[in-house]
C-alpha cells in the first residue's frame, strides 16, 4: 500500500502563485507514473498534470499549460506542482495519485491505483 499526502494549499488572490507538494511513503514510488488532478464544488475530478518515473513524459491539460509546472525529486519521494497567474476557476481541492505503471491514457482518472486525500487551493478574484 501506498500512501500519498499532498500539502502547499492555501488561499492566493488572482495571478498569484503557489507550489503544491506529495510526499511518498514508499521507497517504490520512483519508479511510479504520478499525477494531480483537482476537483471543484460540484463538478467531476480533472487532470491537471502527469509525469513518469524518468520525467521523459509528462502532460498537462490545455487549461494550466504554461502556468503550471510538474516535477518530481525521485530521491526524496516527492511530486510538485508549481502554480502561476493562478485565476479563480484554478480553485480545487487538488489531489496526487500514483500508479505502478504509465497509464495508456494518463488522464483517465480512473488508471491511478493510489490517491492522498487533497490539498484545497482557494484563488480570490
Known amino acids: 500500500q501506498v500512501q500519498l499526502v499532498e500539502s502547499g494549499g492555501g488561499y492566493v488572490q488572482d495571478g498569484g502563485s503557489l507550489r503544491l507538494a506529495c510526499t511518498a511513503d514508499?521507497?517504490?514510488?520512483?519508479?511510479?507514473?504520478m499525477g494531480w488532478f483537482r476537483q471543484a464544488p460540484g463538478l467531476e475530478r480533472e487532470f491537471v498534470a502527469g509525469i513518469s518515473w524518468s520525467n521523459t513524459n509528462i502532460h498537462y491539460a490545455d487549461s494550466v499549460k504554461g502556468r503550471f509546472t510538474i516535477t518530481r525529486v525521485n530521491n526524496n519521494n516527492t511530486l510538485y506542482l508549481e502554480m502561476h497567474n493562478l485565476k479563480p476557476e484554478d480553485t480545487a481541492v487538488y489531489y496526487c495519485?500514483?500508479?505502478?505503471?504509465?497509464?495508456?491514457?494518463?488522464?483517465?482518472?480512473?488508471?491511478?491505483?493510489?490517491w492522498g486525500q487533497g490539498t484545497r487551493v482557494t484563488v480570490s478574484s
Open positions: 495519485a500514483a500508479n505502478r505503471f504509465e497509464p495508456i491514457q494518463p488522464r483517465n482518472s480512473r488508471r491511478y491505483d493510489y
Open positions: 514508499a521507497r517504490t514510488i520512483t519508479t511510479y507514473f
